[in-house]
């Protein structure tokens, strides 16, 4: 059973227009959440995170919120840009030393010109 | 320019035959780990390290090993007891001071096992 789950594998967007990638979590002990994006043929690469505490967390063109009662989690990009273009995994973690994250499987961002 | 260095890239191998796929970090992080990837799952956990001559399995341990003998250094051994090897390996390493240390991830390694 999947413990996290990003239910849309792909998602299309025109340049310039909003992305909005979800991510939903089943364990109530996960507090601490991060968002990765993955090129073909290379590792992930982090994006942004954020802690339970906050509901969210902005970097540049790239914002996360944060619903725990919802166990629900989203990810921004405002504007998008062909470069986003790439696999962007969900990952959970308890909160203790970070060996524990889950993650999800993924979902593929096509940004179109 | 620090990083983790996975080679190799691909790699092939007969059914029956063990395998190591090496990892080496020159980031001074503490902690690595193992991850696998298949299609249309997630990253899955394989083995951890979060220091040197000590390591613990993950969720899928089975027809795997490992060893930490330096802190720079964690190869992964794919016995012939992993019944599905064929996949996208991933080496990651933190720093391990904790859940807000986030991996950093190398290049990977495919595995085609036939």
């Known amino acids: 059973d999947q413990q996290v789950k990003q239910n849309s594998p792909s998602l299309s967007v025109q340049e310039g227009r909003i992305s909005i990638l979800n991510c939903d979590y089943t364990n109530s002990m996960f507090d601490y959440f991060l968002w990765y994006k993955k090129y073909p043929a290379e590792g992930p690469t982090f994006l942004i995170s954020i802690s339970s505490i906050k509901d969210k967390n902005e970097d540049g063109r790239f914002t996360v919120f944060l619903n725990k009662s919802a166990k629900h989690l989203s990810l921004h990009i405002v504007p998008s840009q062909p470069g986003d273009s790439a696999v962007y995994f969900c990952a959970a973690t308890p909160g203790n030393y970070g060996q524990n994250f889950v993650f999800g499987p993924g979902t593929r961002l096509s940004v179109l010109p | 320019d620090g990083g983790i260095t996975q080679s190799p890239k691909y790699l092939f191998r007969k059914e029956g035959q063990n395998v190591t796929l090496s990892c080496e970090q020159n980031?001074?992080?503490?902690?690595m780990y193992w991850y696998r990837q298949d299609p249309g799952q997630g990253l899955r956990l394989i083995y951890y390290?979060?220091?040197?001559?000590?390591?613990q399995k993950g969720d899928i341990a089975e027809g795997y090993s490992v060893s930490r003998e330096k802190k720079e250094s964690f190869p992964l051994t794919v016995t012939s007891a992993q019944k599905n090897p064929t996949a996208f390996y991933l080496c990651?390493?933190?720093?391990?001071?904790?859940?807000?240390?986030?991996?950093?991830f190398g290049n990977g390694t495919r595995l085609t096992v036939t």
């Open positions: 390290s979060q220091i040197v001559n000590d390591f």
């Open positions: 980031l001074n992080h503490d902690a």
């Open positions: 990651a390493s933190s720093t391990s001071q904790g859940a807000d240390s986030p991996l950093h």
